[in-house]
């Protein structure tokens, strides 16, 4: 290997076979991470996001940067080592970052609460109905009928049609008819209906909860140590690398 090999060239040499290669470096996928995590003997931490994350943020700090070492192979080596040195110190600190940043300064809390609600409902109704009645009627019918008939003698040779009057009859009939009905009746009755409906209906709806709550306090001094502390050890692998003078 040449001294004028960089990390970016190194790592886009291993990723020949994709096209979109600096794509990948930039997004530092699972292939980007895979050989970064070699070259740090393949060794992590017990947090395997954190771990991604400490690895991230040394390649795209060293990205540019041109490799020190003549050959991979004793690159790997003397990063490996100094990362040997630091697996311990950054477990711990990753393992009691909130301790670590808040002092222990946080705090639990129950909160328990009961709710009742009654709900009642009363109802009354009452009627009251009466029905009566009368009929009664009459009826009278009468009639009369009178009836007479002559023949023409033979020595009359006019008749009065109009004339209601005969001189003579040979037949003479009355008939008298008189009907009368009276009826009564009387109907009359009386019906009384009373009803009463009370109801009485109550529900009781009890509710119980119970809410955790936790509050942590950072401490913004400590955050700037802490990221302080991660920048150090991330430059402890600058020996790894060329010097650049500016």
């Keep these: 290997m040449f001294r004028s090999v960089r990390l970016y060239d190194?790592?886009?040499?291993?990723?020949?076979?994709?096209?979109?290669?600096m794509i990948k470096i930039a997004s530092y996928d699972d292939d980007v991470h895979a050989i970064i995590s070699s070259l740090f003997g393949d060794l992590t931490l017990e947090d395997a996001k954190r771990d991604r994350e400490f690895k991230k943020t040394w390649t795209f700090h060293y990205l540019?940067?041109?490799?020190?070492?003549?050959?991979?192979?004793?690159?790997?080596?003397?990063?490996?080592?100094?990362?040997?040195?630091?697996i311990d110190p950054l477990d711990y600190m990753y393992n009691n970052l909130d301790d670590l940043?808040?002092?222990?300064?946080?705090?639990?809390?129950?909160?328990?609460?009961?709710?009742?609600?009654i709900d009642t409902n009363l109802s009354e109704s009452s009627s009251l109905s009466s029905t009566s009645g009368t009929s009664k009627g009459a009826s009278n019918s009468s009639g009369r009928t009178n009836n007479g008939g002559a023949s023409l003698n033979q020595d009359v040779l006019e008749l009065d049609l109009d004339s209601t009057v005969l001189d003579y009859a040979n037949t003479l009939g009355i008939q008298?008819?008189?009907?009368?009905?009276s009826s009564s009746q009387s109907t009359e009755g009386s019906s009384?209906?009373?009803?009463k409906t009370k109801s009485d209906d109550t529900s009781v709806k009890k509710?119980?909860?119970?809410?955790?709550?936790?509050?942590?306090?950072?401490d913004y001094e400590l955050i700037i140590k802490h990221l302080d502390f991660l920048n150090r050890q991330i430059r402890k692998f600058d020996r790894n690398f060329t010097q650049v003078f500016l």
């Design 192 to 195: 009384k209906l009373h009803g």
């Design 176 to 181: 008298v008819n008189k009907q009368e009905d």
């Design 207 to 218: 509710d119980m909860g119970e809410a955790h709550t936790k509050t942590t306090e950072y």
């Design 101 to 117: 940043l808040t002092r222990g300064k946080t705090s639990d809390g129950n909160t328990k609460g009961t709710s009742e609600e």
């Design 64 to 86: 540019q940067r041109t490799i020190k070492w003549q050959t991979i192979d004793l690159f790997k080596l003397k990063n490996t080592s100094i990362w040997m040195g630091l």
């Design 10 to 21: 190194y790592i886009r040499s291993e990723l020949i076979e994709y096209e979109n290669a």
